[in-house]
């Protein structure tokens, strides 16, 4: 399985990006797809994400600014980013974990896009 992040840069507070996340060897359609971040000194934190049936989740900080959606015909999940404040600036990194019906769960990164939003 790889997963390859794409979409960060530097932007101003106020501005927006959308990070792409391109999944090979794996099924985005099927899995739960994420979004995680981690700023300097902090831990990894979740960020967004969504289900194999179509549920969101988005954390209280970005909720309302922050929207993940997916292209299963690409196998490319989204993160729409606007409204970007100085605080949301971290390396931000796309997850699938796979769930099987034995229960076993697997996780896999990509390598993460720096996010930096200046003041």
């Known amino acids: 399985v790889q997963l390859v992040e794409s979409g960060g840069g530097l932007v101003q507070a106020g501005g927006s990006l959308r990070l792409s996340c391109v999944a090979s060897?794996?099924?985005?359609?099927?899995?739960?797809m994420s979004w995680y971040r981690q700023a300097p000194g902090k831990q990894r934190e979740l960020v967004a994400s969504?289900?194999?049936?179509?549920?969101?989740h988005s954390a209280s900080s970005v909720k309302g600014r922050f929207t993940i959606s997916r292209d299963n015909a690409k196998d490319t999940v989204y993160l729409q980013m606007i409204s970007l404040k100085s605080e949301d600036t971290a390396v931000y990194y796309c997850?699938?974990?796979?769930?099987?019906?034995?229960?076993?769960?697997?996780?896999?990164w990509g390598q993460g896009t720096q996010v930096t939003v200046s003041s």
């Open positions: 997850n699938a974990k796979e769930i099987y019906t034995t229960g076993e769960v697997l996780d896999f």
């Open positions: 060897g794996t099924i985005v359609s099927r899995n739960t």
């Open positions: 969504i289900t194999s049936s179509g549920s969101t």
